[in-house]
């Protein structure tokens, strides 16, 4: 299957590095998207066409939006289990205040996500709770507070200009593929050239050594897990477009493990002190395009689970061989 | 105040002097009063949040306070229990299991499946497939030192996945003969107790001696405590590791068999988000989530007190079923933070 | 005095009693070789152990003596050459089997389970069964305060090990040790955390030990502790085998000489400490001024005063609030009432932040867990509290942080492959140079240090020293926290002395001394030593037991809650920075 695919037993020396786990953790990732690119490329009718990587990318973009906020919680050694009920609260707070403009209901829905993370934030820095605990009551009530809210109902969505995020394009790339894209580099930018990031990345790497040189500790953690509830409310309000309707009681189900192993897939260690955001982006396009290949084989639901669940492990494996040396 | 007190008291029940007279062999210093209370309130609070509520509900609403709904939350209840009773050992070992939700739900169409052969097949089944499961998870976190929590979303994947290829991507019920004695174990009562809350309290009471009463359970205390420190005094880490994870992965996979028998089918749908309503239970019943300390009872607590929770929001007909979540999430806010707070305030009495 | 039930005879205990007069050694290894990748941290290493005595184990940083631990213990495996105990080869796969032929090992940071009972870390294992194969608890506690009196020590068996004092855990694995039968018992940095009455309650166990004929392996940097209890040394360096032989005999200077592998006339010329031998002109108007600084059970209105270009020593034993008191100045411990000024200007609500703002830095206690950030690089560790100050609208400038970072690698000679190098990759005394740069780039007026020479090698000990100097010099105001005393009153150029969470006492100009020192330290009315009502019935040289919860743990790591305990990986005692990896 595509997971031997990715480890290529070395030929010549040249290809010597490719004996060393380090050399997995960093490039690993790339090499497993380009491995199934070409599978692809090579087994897989209709597979290589604009038309169909031009779906993959719009279906990816949502879970990379999530990821990418997942990944800056990871890096402060936390998580973040309610990001799933955040998108549904989104979903269901966006046709509620849609009659008020399409401007107001959008930053209702994100002014939502935004106090999830600032609860989720209070809860971890202020009360010292554990992030799975802290997380965990959204992750429950989120969504309850959500179908409370939408009625339990799915609501059509009308308003064009919504429906334009789903759907439109700019310069032939879809809004959605474009929004994520840039949040990429944002992401990218904060972490690597800002104080924020360069803080996260501290606080997560020895919490009370960047207390004591006087970081803003619990600042950083409240916006950290507040950029998270805003990113996931972002991706609750495309996925919401995409689907031209408001389904608060399925959507972002289980989006908090595929962002989880589409950050782990990508090479951030769960332990934080270190946040990989390329690598993230990476990570969720390995798991979407392994999942369509093996859709377009016409191989189940079930394997797909499976082959997902074998990526996770050789990926933390591959990590963990890293740090034990 | 230390001269007189302790010499003809024991020990147990003398909590007040710090400290005795060195000259006597006998006494020996106690924990304060109020460190003590405090570790009480840690440990059975849940239990009177849960009397105080059932106390309430009795009152507001008669329906509640009968038999038939008693029984009804019980019955409800023990699937959850069983599976929580693995995930408290797990959690004091400071691991996690994410993927008992999917293995429960394997367990219940394994359970199904095989039942058509009697009853042994049906539960040997799946504790089989579901106990190697957990050992999986278990080599994999022990031996090959891999995070818990990743490994068993792994395998919460896996799970699923194999459910899934064993019922046609889902589209296949495998159903339990009826009157079978299988049927009978998921459905049957000894006066008036239903055999699935007889099978969880069986398992409560094995569970509390193990965990406290045998060098196992000390053991699993240790590693959760300080995993290096267990290692440097011998202490068979991995093993205990190991075990525990199949320990998990077999309770939960039996917990799935039991609630098919009572259903009469091996549901595929069931089962998704349970771990984390196991977790919910178990980190309200007192047990901390970094592992090192935690109890058999308040997990139990935990447990009847979500499912309390459920049925009080279905006594009250007008409210959407959606506040159940609602509340269960507010309870576990509430019940957390508290917990934090008096933990804290333990440690500066 | 020994515990009654702790002696049946071991299987291998035959053998090793008759061994006092005999020369078999309990404990042997035999041209012991051990190598990581790049590094020998082993190089052909023989070394015996005999019955009875106990025998110092002496080196830098980096000499091997933690691998070589880790080597008779079974942690490690070595390359080459073998391990005997009592004269048979022996080969530990595990730590375990270390223990269970008789070898025990006390960790400098003790390695018990912190959330679990003073008789469950004992028995953990071994617990006591009663006939229905359960545990049997009461028996359990009965011996284990059986035990514990043999060691003079008092506590309740039932008791949460965390909430006791540093020293009465260590008591704790001791007894442990003691009771599985152990024919040897090394102990790594045994008093790196302990008050003196707890050492004398240690000495005197160690003295217990010899007189049953067990063997103990003393690691230790203190020199007056091994000239008062060992018998022989044995001198590591580079991982080769220096000296071994009678302790008494061997003069100090030729001790320290051999473990430095420098001339003894440069180590007399150098003195033993990096510092210059004159003081330095402090300024008339104080920089920081601390008054009435209180926290409950803590700190009970401490007043300090700290002078531009003066070293202020601030003394005291382990628990008597130099660490709280630093930690207070800065912001990081929450006081219940107190006034700090620096340079006229009163600090409104201390933050560390806003302590560094006024021109207050420290270097922390405990490297490891709050100084540095290991997956970090360098070039981040050093810039890590000047972050703001180098960045524009919250961008960070490559270019203004290079800048800075070769200023102070040059400065402070911190090794390191480059500045991206990884600080966890760097030994112990490179890393504390890296802190230092960290609060050194801030430009401060105030520089605390809270043991800045503790557990780094010899030689990177006086280059801090004598950069403590410099920069006192220069006109900064430096607080020197220091357990070691030739440090303290050679570095210091005043000492102020707290006991029990207030000041005691202060020594300027000639006072600075070592007897002066030691007389304002074990001041020994016994209502001002302690100030708990109870200490009046404590047994002579009775191990402080029942410290208050909060005091114990919380002075010695951040996290003074038991459940934030985490205990860090690799940072643990088999002495991290010696590992090469």
């Not at chain 2, 699923?160 to 064993?166: E, H, M, N, S, Y």
């Not at chain 3, 020199?223 to 220096?242: K, N, P, Q, S």
């Not at chain 3, 207070?328 to 000024?341: F, K, N, R, S, Y």
């Amino acid at each position: 299957m595509t997971t031997q695919a990715t480890l290529p037993r070395p030929a010549a020396k040249p290809l010597a590095r490719l004996r060393d786990p380090a050399w997995y953790q960093e490039y690993g990732v790339y090499a497993a998207v380009a491995v199934v690119l070409l599978f692809n490329a090579l087994f897989t009718e209709h597979f290589m066409t604009a038309d169909n990587l031009r779906t993959q990318l719009v279906q990816v973009a949502p879970i990379v939006i999530v990821a990418l906020g997942m990944a800056l919680v990871i890096g402060t050694e936390g998580i973040d289990l309610s990001v799933g009920s955040t998108m549904a609260l989104a979903a269901a707070l966006l046709p509620l205040y849609l009659g008020y403009g399409l401007v107001p209901a959008l930053l209702i829905a994100l002014l939502a996500g935004a106090v999830v993370g600032a609860i989720n934030g209070t809860l971890v820095s202020l009360v010292g709770l554990q992030p799975i605990v802290a997380t965990l009551a959204l992750f429950v009530g989120g969504r309850g507070l959500a179908l409370v809210m939408a009625d339990g109902q799915l609501k059509q969505i009308v308003n064009p200009d919504i429906l334009a995020l789903g759907t439109g394009s700019f310069l032939g790339i879809p809004t959605v593929v474009l929004i994520a894209g840039v949040l990429a580099l944002a992401v990218a930018f904060l972490v690597q050239r800002t104080t924020f990031g360069r803080q996260i990345v501290a606080i997560g790497g020895n919490r009370s050594a960047s207390a004591l040189s006087g970081l803003p500790v619990k600042r950083v953690l409240i916006g950290v897990y507040i950029l998270c509830g805003v990113m996931a409310a972002l991706a609750g309000i495309l996925a919401t477009a995409r689907l031209t309707a408001s389904d608060p009681s399925s959507l972002g189900t289980l989006m908090e493990l595929s962002a989880i192993t589409a950050v782990v897939v990508g090479g951030t260690p769960l332990n934080g002190g270190s946040i990989r955001v390329l690598g993230t982006v990476a990570g969720a396009l390995l798991m979407q395009l392994l999942r369509a290949t093996l859709v377009k084989h016409d191989l189940p639901d079930s394997t797909a689970q499976i082959a997902q669940a074998a990526i996770i492990i050789a990926a933390v494996y591959v990590a963990r061989e890293r740090r034990s040396r | 105040m230390n001269k007189t007190q302790p010499a003809t008291v024991p020990p147990a029940e003398a909590p007040a002097p710090l400290k005795s007279a060195p000259s006597r062999p006998e006494p020996r210093p106690e924990r304060s009063t109020g460190s003590r209370i405090g570790a009480l309130v840690q440990r059975q609070g849940v239990l009177a949040v849960l009397l105080t509520v059932i106390l309430i509900a009795s009152f507001v609403y008669p329906t509640f306070a009968s038999v038939d709904n008693a029984r009804g939350i019980t019955v409800q209840a023990s699937f959850l229990a069983i599976v929580a009773l693995g995930m408290t050992l797990v959690i004091i070992t400071g691991g996690i299991d994410l993927s008992v939700g999917s293995v429960f739900a394997l367990g219940g169409v394994l359970a199904a499946w095989a039942s058509p052969w009697g009853f042994f097949a049906a539960l040997f089944v799946p504790l089989v497939v579901c106990g190697t499961i957990g050992l999986v998870n278990g080599l994999l976190i022990a031996r090959a030192n891999m995070a818990p929590f990743i490994v068993t979303l792994a395998s919460l994947l896996a799970a699923r996945g194999i459910l899934l290829a064993f019922t046609d991507e889902g589209a296949t019920t495998y159903l339990v003969p009826k009157d079978s004695a299988f049927a009978e174990l998921g459905q049957g009562s000894v006066w008036g107790f239903g055999y699935p809350i007889l099978i969880a309290l069986a398992l409560f009471g094995a569970g509390g001696l193990l965990l406290q009463r045998t060098s196992f359970g000390q053991t699993l205390f240790a590693v959760g405590g300080s995993s290096d420190a267990a290692t440097l005094m011998g202490l068979p880490v991995a093993r205990t590791k190991i075990l525990v994870y199949t320990l998990s992965g077999l309770l939960a996979g039996l917990a799935g068999a039991l609630n098919a028998a009572r259903l009469s089918s091996g549901v595929t749908i069931v089962g998704v988000g349970m771990e984390l309503d196991a977790i919910s239970a178990v980190v309200i019943g007192g047990t901390l989530l970094i592992g090192g300390a935690g109890s058999i009872s308040g997990t139990l607590w935990g447990v009847l007190l979500l499912a309390v929770i459920q049925n009080l929001i279905n006594q009250i007909g007008s409210l959407n079923s959606s506040y159940q979540s609602v509340v269960s999430g507010g309870f576990l806010i509430v019940v957390v933070v508290a917990q934090r707070y008096l933990a804290r305030s333990r440690r500066t009495t | 005095m020994a515990p009654t039930h702790a002696t049946p005879p071991h299987p291998e205990t035959a053998g090793a009693g008759a061994a006092v007069a005999e020369p078999v050694p309990v404990l042997e290894a035999r041209s012991v070789s051990k190598r990581f990748p790049g590094v020998v941290a082993l190089d052909d290493v023989s070394f015996a152990l005999r019955a009875g005595e106990v025998h110092a184990l002496v080196g830098e940083n980096g000499a091997g003596k933690s691998t070589l631990i880790k080597v008779l213990t079974g942690v490690y495996q070595s390359d080459e050459g073998e391990v005997r105990v009592s004269g048979q080869p022996v080969r530990f796969a595990r730590p375990f089997e270390a223990q269970q032929a008789g070898i025990s090992t006390i960790y400098q940071e003790v390695n018990l389970v912190p959330l679990m009972s003073v008789a469950r870390n004992i028995f953990l294992g071994r617990e006591p069964k009663n006939r229905f194969g359960l545990i049997d608890f009461p028996r359990m506690n009965r011996e284990t305060t059986e035990l514990l009196d043999g060691f003079g020590v008092r506590v309740d068996p039932k008791r949460p090990l965390h909430t006791l004092g540093i020293g009465t855990q260590q008591m704790v694995a001791l007894a442990r040790a003691v009771s599985v039968q152990a024919q040897v018992v090394i102990m790594d940095e045994p008093t790196s955390s302990l008050e003196p009455r707890e050492v004398e309650t240690l000495f005197r166990v160690i003295e217990n030990l010899r007189g049953q004929g067990i063997a103990v392996l003393y690691v230790s940097h203190r020199m007056d502790e091994l000239y008062r209890i060992c018998d022989r040394v044995t001198v590591l360096r580079d991982g080769r085998h220096i000296h071994t032989g009678e302790l008494a005999p061997l003069e100090r200077m030729q001790l320290v000489s051999m473990m430095l592998g420098r001339d003894m006339a440069e180590v007399r010329r150098d003195g033993l400490t990096g510092f210059a031998a004159e003081g330095h002109d402090a300024a008339r108007t104080p920089v920081l001024t601390a008054k009435g600084l209180n926290r409950r059970h803590q700190l009970h209105g401490i007043s300090v005063e700290l002078y531009a270009g003066e070293v202020l020593g601030l003394g005291g034993l382990l628990g008597s609030g130099r660490s709280e008191t630093a930690k207070a100045l800065t912001g990081a411990l929450p006081l219940d009432g107190g006034e700090i000024t620096v340079d006229g200007k009163r600090l409104g609500r201390p933050t560390p932040a806003a302590a560094i703002r006024a021109g207050i830095s420290m270097l922390p206690e405990d490297r490891k867990a709050e100084g540095i950030v290991p997956g970090l690089s360098v070039r981040e560790n050093i810039v890590l509290a000047a972050m703001p100050r180098l960045s524009k609208a919250g961008i960070v400038s490559r270019a203004k942080q290079d800048r800075i970072v070769d200023i102070f690698m040059k400065r402070l000679r911190i090794k390191a492959s480059s500045p991206e190098q990884k600080v966890g990759e760097l030994s112990g005394g490179n890393q504390q140079k890296v802190l230092l740069a960290r609060w050194l780039c801030l430009e401060p007026k105030v520089l605390l240090l809270d043991e800045p020479t503790r557990g780094i090698d010899v030689g990177a000990k006086a280059e801090v020293q004598s950069l403590i100097d410099e920069l006192a010099r220069e006109g900064l105001a430096v607080l020197l926290i220091s357990s070691d005393i030739e440090e303290l009153i050679e570095g210091a150029d005043r000492i102020v002395v707290l006991r029990g969470g207030a000041v005691a006492g202060e020594l300027a100009g000639d006072e600075v001394d070592e007897s002066r020192l030691l007389e304002v330290l074990a001041d020994h009315t016994p209502d001002t030593v302690n100030h708990t009502p109870d200490t009046v019935n404590r047994a002579p040289g009775a191990v402080l037991a029942d410290r208050t919860p909060d005091a114990g743990p919380s002075d010695r790591t951040p996290h003074a809650a038991p459940g934030d305990h985490t205990p860090e990986p690799g940072g643990k005692a088999p002495a991290g920075q010696e590992d090469p990896r």
